[in-house]
């Protein structure tokens, strides 16, 4: 496999609070972005990564993770444009959430269970992405990612304090002590 691994920014690093850029040009920088993309998901051990989760402002997202059937599904999308189902036949996956920006604790969260994606492949195709099961709820964070929001945006303020509490806490644990000047 391709591609750098690259460092995930993580939460209150300002290009993850703010919408992406779209994608303007198909090239061969474009490419290389999405195979460094890939490299630091599987590196980070995640099943999508956008962007702007490795510091870079354009709407592009990478994905690799099963439908609802188990069939393992991976690819790229520039400049998605999420399609969920009427309300009226929406049905709710009430889920765990994680998040590689957040890493550590889990939340549940409910998200419809079927999500449409409309974008690009990294040669300007167009392409749609119909998704079941995790690779549903992947489409639906990997585009909120693109759009500034994080997966604990959507939570209770009480659900949010405790997710960001735990991972203080963790990030304090994994910080090697500073030594006495």
């Known amino acids: 496999m391709s591609g750098q691994v690259r460092p995930i920014t993580l939460v209150g690093t300002p290009v993850l609070h703010r919408p992406c850029r779209p994608v303007e040009d198909f090239d061969a920088a474009l490419k290389d972005l999405v195979d460094d993309m890939l490299a630091s998901m599987y590196e980070a051990e995640g099943v999508g990564l956008a962007a702007n989760q490795i510091g870079v402002d354009l709407r592009v997202f990478v994905y690799d993770c099963p439908d609802e059937d188990g069939e393992r599904r991976r ?25 590689l ?62 997710v960001l509490k735990e991972y203080e806490s963790l990030q304090a644990e994994a910080e090697p002590d500073a030594l006495p000047g």
């Open 101 to 162: 920006s957040v890493p550590g604790p889990h939340a549940r969260l409910a998200r419809p269970d079927r999500a449409t994606v409309h974008g690009y492949d990294v040669r300007g195709t167009a392409i749609t992405v119909e998704g079941t099961g995790l690779l549903a709820r992947c489409l639906q964070h990997e585009t909120d990612h693109l759009e500034g929001r994080l997966y604990i945006d959507r939570l209770s303020a009480r659900a949010r304090k405790k």
């Open 75 to 99: 690819g790229a999308v520039v400049n998605p444009v999420l399609e969920l189902l009427a309300l009226e036949n929406r049905r709710l996956d009430d889920g765990d959430e994680g998040c």
